[in-house]
């Protein structure tokens, strides 16, 4: 089945181009759309003065008389004065004096102040008010289609700078992002680069702060990847010489076992046999479980559990083992010892632990084994009687198939590996010392509260 084709990334350029122009232009509208009303309003407030204002000057004139003031012929002396008329009712309903534009029936029903109308279809904006005892009616109005020509024009000269300055912007914006983008595109193509074996670190000196943060964990994973095939690397070369090691002797005693004539020494022969089987199968065991221990994290979630209880268990499975190499194993007596952490792989230190105590310890030796509170933290020790290690060599202890020089017992020299790999997964101390009375060896972990 094939895996279904990943979905196209989007472009970082377009996205914030279409973003900043998008909120450029959203709050140019709204800053139109506001100036515009604004706009309107003081233009209509101050077209609103000059019709009251011509209304008092014509008012003015009515001590004079009427037929005196020439209206017919006033001249045009502006291209919208024609939308402007001018009326004089004399007692409200005889039309005295008039503007050309006028028409012939009042411009509002209204005597006072301010009023909309419409004559003759069209919407005017009137002002009406009386002379002097009230003999004379003023009305000057002006048609609405000079004001909304007015605010069109206005609109049309917020709006139409957009036009030209939106693609400019654009273009700006463009070039801008394409700049500061730039060291991204250049970590890419240092990422495309490399060699797939090259696992130093990136160059961040150009990187934009925001993306710093993303190169340095980059740059740790790295890291991290380079020490993992190391110790791959380092581990195959290491288990492959010590698997060498047991499948040579296997080969050797069976081809004895086969050539020998005699029963005692085929015998022998097929003991050595299954006895390097077990060296082998033990090695195996303790490379899988090595294995497993690699990554950074523990499978499985942390819980509670008892120490004391897990020691009780890992002495009871090896205390048959303990008995046939003629050695004694205890556990201190104690109450229960809580620790946070991964039952499954304290349960593989332990083991492996004793198991390392008992087989290098003396026949007729002894094993001690203790779980106990030193204040907050929980403190397991294991000692035993066996030669010990020197203190020049107890700073290599727990490297991958080290052992001690001298000692006569077969080992993978990976018990202490995975007993310090699993107390580095939970944060425990790994201290060595000497045993009881200066002989043998102790191992002391400190789990931490």
């Not at 190391?230 to 080969?251: G, I, M, V, W, Y």
């Amino acid at each position: 089945m094939m895996n279904p084709a990943p979905a196209p990334a989007y472009s970082l350029k377009r996205r914030l181009l279409l973003a900043l122009l998008g909120g450029i232009t959203l709050v140019w509208l709204a800053t139109a759309v506001f100036s515009y009303f604004d706009a309107r309003h003081e233009l209509d407030e101050l077209l609103d003065a000059h019709l009251a204002q011509s209304a008092s000057l014509l008012l003015a004139q009515t001590g004079h008389e009427t037929e005196e003031i020439d209206t017919e012929h006033m001249p045009q002396l502006h291209k919208r004065a024609r939308n402007v008329a001018i009326q004089m009712w004399e007692n409200g309903n005889t039309l005295r004096l008039h503007s050309p534009s006028a028409p012939a029936e009042r411009l509002s029903q209204q005597d006072e102040g301010f009023s909309d109308a419409r004559v003759a279809g069209k919407r005017w904006r009137v002002f009406s008010a009386w002379g002097p005892e009230r003999r004379y009616l003023v009305q000057v109005g002006e048609r609405y289609e000079t004001r909304d020509e007015i605010a069109a024009d206005l609109a049309k000269n917020l709006l139409l700078p957009l036009l030209f300055a939106l693609p400019l912007l654009g273009l700006l914006v463009w070039f801008n992002i394409a700049h500061a983008l730039r060291p991204l595109a250049a970590l890419g193509r240092q990422v495309a680069a490399r060699d797939p074996g090259n696992l130093g670190t990136l160059d961040a000196g150009a990187v934009p702060a925001e993306v710093l943060p993303l190169v340095e964990n980059l740059n740790r994973l790295f890291e991290r990847v380079a020490q993992l095939i190391e110790n791959e690397r380092r581990f195959t070369a290491d288990a492959s010489h010590e698997l060498r090691t047991p499948l040579a002797a296997l080969k050797t005693q069976a081809q004895v076992a086969l050539a020998s004539n005699n029963d005692a020494e085929r015998s022998h022969a097929l003991e050595r046999v299954i006895a390097g089987c077990d060296r082998a199968t033990h090695l195996v065991q303790q490379l899988l479980t090595l294995a497993r221990l690699d990554p950074d994290e523990p499978g499985g979630k942390a819980e509670v559990c008892d120490l004391q209880a897990l020691a009780r268990t890992a002495v009871a499975e090896l205390a048959p083992f303990a008995l046939s190499r003629k050695v004694e194993i205890d556990l201190a007596e104690g109450a229960a010892v809580e620790i946070t952490g991964h039952a499954g792989l304290i349960a593989i230190l332990l083991r492996n632990l004793i198991d390392n105590a008992i087989r290098y310890s003396s026949e007729g030796g002894s094993v001690h084994v203790r779980a106990a509170r030193a204040g907050a933290a929980a403190v397991l020790t294991v000692t035993d009687q066996g030669p010990g290690i020197p203190a020049a060599e107890r700073d290599k202890v727990g490297q991958r198939f080290y052992r001690v020089l001298g000692t006569e017992e077969f080992g993978s020299g990976l018990g202490l590996s995975i007993v310090k790999r699993i107390a580095e997964l939970h944060g425990a101390g790994f201290g060595l010392g000497e045993g009881e009375r200066g002989k043998g060896l102790t191992v002391a972990l400190r789990f931490k509260p």
